[in-house]
């Protein structure tokens, strides 16, 4: 499955099928949450935080793949992400794009 943020895919032309999504909502568990406001006290990055965006990252994007697929795709064009605090510690991260279809000349 080729993702792409561009809106074409040069040299071929595309058939769209329509939007595509995945989403999910992460947290990190309590323990590492405390480490996590002790370490806003001195400074620096937020490794297990990073940790938990990038997995919520590859699962969305897995989710918007897979719903590409079911619709016969070849490529999800136009991939987005956003991110939102559903909760206090907790974030929703979804991919989004529109799936398209090689079509042949």
């Known amino acids: 499955m080729i993702l792409t943020t561009t809106e074409h895919i040069e040299g071929r032309k595309l058939e769209t099928l329509g939007l595509v999504k995945g989403s999910t909502i992460q947290t990190v568990n309590a323990f ?5 406001g002790l370490k ?11 940790e938990m965006m990038n997995n919520a990252r590859a699962l969305a994007t897995k989710r918007m793949t897979e719903e590409a ?11 987005r992400y956003g991110s939102a605090s ?9 991919a989004y794009g529109t799936a ?6």
């Open 100 to 105: 398209v279809r090689f079509k042949e000349d």
């Open 40 to 50: 806003t006290l001195v400074g620096g990055e937020l490794v297990k935080y990073n």
């Open 69 to 79: 697929a079911a619709l016969g795709a070849d490529a999800v064009v136009g991939v």
């Open 32 to 36: 590492r949450d405390i480490g996590a």
């Open 86 to 94: 559903v909760m206090q510690n907790a974030a929703e991260v979804m």
